[in-house]
């Protein structure tokens, strides 16, 4: 049998057989490959990267965002500090528009040659740049790309994207037809190394392939060794062979003077050692044990060493039984922290598995249950695939096919096993019919729309369920199953126009026909046992889950419906959708010269023109790794962002591109980026509008300004943009969280062809003015209710103090005794201000523990360190600390005198006192009526208007504008739990159909409407 040695010898060969199939491509290519094909397997090397965003924050003259009182000589001061922007003479503040002194302008009297200029700058040094960041400030970099090397994305056309990333997921926003194209590679690479017809054309490739795997074979079998004779002997058993005789071995009297090899010594000394142990000692003798010591060696007596071993094994036996009962109060006290977490105050009584769709009720209505519910699957596609066969080709003699095939398939990346054979992926995509789905047997009239689709069997079951199940764990199961008549046509007809375009592969066509819907109670029981964390805690305690299953699948029971849709398009007509846009290289490879104009508004800048959605690649996020790294060698980063270390790296993590053909826009809307954003042009000029992010007075005007909702009356406050300007190739616009956009590329100044663009984010510095000024809007905007933005500026508002000091009401005499606290660790010198020197001394400079505290709750751990090394990382960690102290120092510095004072101080953390008492007091509220809820809310923020807010409560029209909306609510129960439902679904950071306030602004009166039933009225 073949030894040790030799076995860990295999190892070592499967090892090098790993090694191998990681290096196969480049050696291929070193023996035989091409120059070019040597460049292109380069280990990727992570390019240049960029970033860039903001614009002007209003801060009111007197008055801040927050409506608070703000020091207006300070105001007068900070007007006259600006800095020179590159040639120009303006300063800074002259682009801020101020909150209460901005006039707005009705669109209608919107003209671009009389509004404010954005702000232009060239050669943007690094001072200028931050302080535009830090203040909110919108602006244009003219020169963005200057220094961009040869082979920059910047240079590539909309056909040069196609043509080098075939398989991106390039997806079109509006899409004709009401179908979506996904356009994905599975992770798979389309330069994979194959034997055949798809390896290089010299032969000698293949010799390097079967003369390695040879080579390690022969290597196995000439290094394979017989078993040692040499074997590991344990203390009290075998006896080494050679003792010298002069040697003699321990002694005493007890053994009779009688000389004994060590070995025979070991073992007998053993057997005595364990010899009079007591069967039943008593408790004192125990706890004498338990409390003696060992000694650090023997004893030197049999009677010692023994009595030494007693006590050892008492106290191993005492050690293990506490972390034994340490370990299942842990898990004790772990489930009580997740039971707790469980309990909520929600109304909803029901809700879906939110990994299949986020819904839920507040009803046990058998028609309210089925709308919300009964709604047709959303994840059923037509998917296709192109695979071509890896072929064999193994040496003759040396291993059979199959074995060789497999082997050749595991060095191959990107290789597939399907149906007994190998493949190489080619393309990929899905077709999305969602929305051709209806309910099978719906009337002809419409009517009774909710019950479609279901047997009356099922309805019946479902009906006693909601009338009379009291298990909190019972569930409702619905397999939603989806019938499409003769769809296999539609696939022989995909299989031919692929085939008709030259390709020699398998192509094989499905399509995903259910989906099973899980609907549960909202119970605590029910929910905690629900839980991931509690599961993990039964799995930990092994009998726990023994128990857990059994009783999951006796509880956990309900009807067990089968709704049935169908797919409402005919074959004939889904192929002439489709049709044009299938190729040998998958779907729509020539996307980027096809412009579908789809809807139109008339406030748009387009006018009565419709647009086109543009194309968007998500490289960020929704595409493998090996073609985000591909992409990344082209990327290249504007000289602005070069100086910082983090805005390299995020602008190279988190950039996208934007695919537009002339007559392509976007309609108004506001992103959901918590940083600074820039978009950065490359081909072609696009027009831009823009606006600041509008007034939230209170939570019942809560809204995310998604694309169109400013439009057309249908918020509290109109569409009034500030500005049109264009951007143009080489240039980027930066601009600020919050600022609502929208775009065209007119056709009247592009070409008919496609324009490339890229938008990306940046984290240095923060944009701690534009947040303090906006601070309130943002909270009751999906920046502060679903988005983490203002956890991410809370280490500044707070200068790490305990998050709970400013949850409790606002109090301005404990906020100053707070801040005079804080004042005092950080003023060294004693003369009531603190600057930049003083606050990293305090925080940032030798103590780790706030080192570390800034490192996380100032949101520096971003997800891309691990990409860095251990001297980029202490890098990072010394900008951070830097970026800190001078953002905690704005932050705070409200009339810009770099320093700060303790009513500075004191002001910023009542402020932050107000408006995270009034978020929290919203979420506390306990009840699960909507309209005792929406009454409470009223009272909540009637109380904060008057006091933070309103310069004279008397005569406030905020203060009566939302006593007229609460009479409304109260006189309407739907009105009232729509608005309810929309408050909650901000808070909860959900997404979908958002119910829209409509207000009247003749009368005040509001009404609650949902997106898709104003889309319907377009």
């Keep these: 049998m073949p030894g040790r040695a030799s076995h860990y010898l295999c190892i070592s060969c499967l090892a090098a057989l790993a090694q191998l199939k990681r290096q196969l491509p480049k050696i291929l290519l070193e023996v035989g490959g091409t120059e070019k094909q040597k460049r292109s397997t380069s280990r990727p090397v992570v390019g240049r990267m960029d970033f860039g965003d903001a614009w002007g924050h209003q801060q009111g003259s007197g008055w801040t965002a927050q409506g608070h009182r703000c020091d207006q000589a300070g105001l007068a001061r900070a007007k006259g500090q600006g800095r020179q922007i590159g040639e120009r003479s303006e300063r800074v503040q002259d682009y801020w528009h101020f909150l209460r002194n901005y006039q707005e302008v009705p669109l209608k009297d919107f003209d671009q040659q009389t509004a404010p200029q954005v702000l232009r700058v060239s050669k943007l040094d690094d001072e200028t740049f931050q302080q535009l960041v830090r203040d909110g400030v919108p602006f244009v970099v003219d020169d963005c790309t200057e220094g961009f090397r040869d082979g920059a994305i910047s240079d590539f056309e909309c056909k040069d994207f196609a043509d080098r990333w075939p398989s991106g997921n390039m997806r079109a926003e509006y899409t004709p037809g009401q179908y979506h194209i996904y356009l994905k590679d599975g992770g798979r690479t389309l330069g994979a190394v194959a034997c055949g017809s798809r390896l290089p054309a010299n032969r000698g490739h293949d010799a390097n392939v079967i003369a390695v795997f040879l080579a390690l074979n022969a290597g196995c079998q000439a290094f394979r060794t017989e078993d040692s004779q040499q074997r590991l002997r344990n203390a009290s058993g075998e006896v080494p062979k050679m003792v010298l005789d002069h040697e003699h071995p321990w002694r005493n009297h007890e053994d009779s003077m009688h000389a004994q090899s060590s070995g025979q010594r070991a073992s007998h000394q053993r057997i005595e050692l364990f010899q009079d142990e007591k069967e039943n000692p008593s408790a004192k003798e125990i706890l004498l044990a338990v409390g003696g010591g060992t000694g650090a060696g023997t004893g030197g007596s049999i009677e010692m060493d023994r009595e030494i071993i007693r006590r050892m094994r008492y106290q191993d036996k005492l050690v293990l039984a506490l972390m034994v009962a340490v370990y299942f109060v842990a898990i004790i006290f772990t489930a009580s922290l997740a039971y707790r977490a469980a309990c909520n105050n929600s109304s909803v009584k029901f809700y879906a598995d939110p990994r299949v769709e986020p819904l839920m009720i507040d009803s046990d209505d058998m028609d309210d249950f089925l709308v919300t519910f009964m709604q047709p699957p959303k994840n059923i596609q037509l998917s296709v695939q192109g695979l071509m066969p890896i072929p064999v080709c193994g040496p003759a003699g040396m291993i059979d096919d199959d074995r060789w095939n497999a082997l050749l398939a595991n060095l191959v990346e990107g290789a597939i096993e399907w149906q007994g054979g190998y493949y190489r992926h080619i393309f990929s995509f899905s077709l999305d019919l969602s929305h051709f789905l209806v309910p099978s047997g719906l009337p002809e009239d419409g009517s009774d729309t909710a019950m479609a689709g279901l047997a009356d069997q099922d309805l019946e079951e479902l009906r006693r369920f909601l009338a009379e199940n009291t298990n909190d764990l019972a569930t409702v199961s619905m397999m939603k199953e989806v019938s499409w008549d003769d769809w296999e046509e539609l696939a022989t007809n995909i299989k031919q126009k692929i085939r008709q375009g030259g390709f020699e592969g398998l192509i094989h066509v499905s399509w995903k026909n259910s989906e099973m819907l899980t609907v549960y109670k909202n119970r605590t029981w029910a929910n905690f046992l ?489």
């Design 530 to 1018: 629900h839980m991931s964390v509690t599961r993990v805690l039964l799995g930990l305690s092994i009998l726990g889950y023994l128990w857990y299953l059994p009783y999951m699948w006796l509880r956990q029971r309900g009807p067990q419906l089968q709704p049935r849709f169908k797919v409402n398009v005919g074959i004939a007509e889904y192929w002439n959708l489709i049709s044009d846009k299938i190729s040998e290289r998958g779907f729509d490879p020539d996307w980027y010269t096809k412009v579908h104009p789809q809807r139109k508004n008339a406030e748009h800048m387009a006018g009565s023109r419709k647009i086109a959605g543009p194309y968007i690649w998500h490289v960020k996020d929704e595409e493998p790794l090996k073609t985000k790294r591909s992409v990344q060698k082209h990327w290249r980063t504007p000289y602005f962002l070069e100086k910082s270390l983090a805005n390299r790296m995020e602008a190279n993590e988190s950039f996208e591109f934007w695919f537009s053909l002339a007559g392509g826009g976007t309609f108004s809307h506001a992103d959901s980026y918590c940083e600074t954003t820039i978009s950065m042009q490359f081909k072609g000029k696009k027009r831009w509008r823009i606006q600041a992010f509008p007034e939230i007075r209170h939570h019942f005007n809560a809204t995310a300004f998604g694309d169109e909702q400013i439009y057309g009356g249908r918020q509290h406050v109109p569409w009034t943009p500030e500005t049109e300007f264009t951007v143009g190739p080489g240039q980027c616009f930066v601009f600020p969280t919050g600022y609502l956009h929208e775009t065209f590329v007119d056709p009247d100044s592009n070409d008919q062809q496609c324009y490339t663009a890229s938008t990306y984010q940046f984290n240095h510095p923060r944009q701690v003015n534009l947040y303090r000024a906006f601070m309130s809007r943002f909270s009751m905007s999906h920046y502060g209710l679903g988005e983490p933005c203002l956890e991410k500026v809370e280490s500044y508002a707070t200068l790490l103090q305990e998050t709970r000091r400013f949850l409790v009401a606002p109090d301005k005499e404990k906020m100053k005794a707070e801040a005079a606290r804080v004042m005092k660790f950080i003023d060294s010198d004693g003369d009531g201000h603190f600057t930049n020197e003083e606050l990293y001394n305090a925080f940032a400079k030798k103590n780790a523990k706030t080192r570390k505290e800034i490192l996380g709750r100032g949101d520096f751990r971003y997800n891309w360190i691990k990409l860095l090394s251990p001297e980029q990382k202490d890098a990072l960690t010394e900008e951070a600390m830097g970026v800190w102290v001078e953002d905690a120092l704005q932050y705070h510095d409200v009339d810009r005198d770099k320093k700060v004072s303790l009513e500075e101080l004191a002001y910023n953390f009542l402020h932050w006192n107000v408006i995270q008492s009034r978020s929290e007091r919203l979420r506390s509220i306990r009840t699960r009526d909507a309209n005792g809820w929406v009454q409470e809310a009223l009272k909540i923020e009637k109380e904060y208007l008057e006091r933070f807010f309103c310069e004279n409560p008397q005569a406030c029209p905020e203060l009566e504008e939302l006593e007229r909306y609460g009479q409304h609510l109260s006189s309407s129960k739907k009105a009232s739990k729509a608005a309810y439902r929309k408050i909650q679904s901000m808070m909860s950071g959900e997404e979908g159909d958002e119910v829209l306030t409509m207000v009247d602004r003749s009368s005040g009166n509001q009404e609650a409407r949902r997106v898709s039933e104003l889309r319907s009225e377009l």
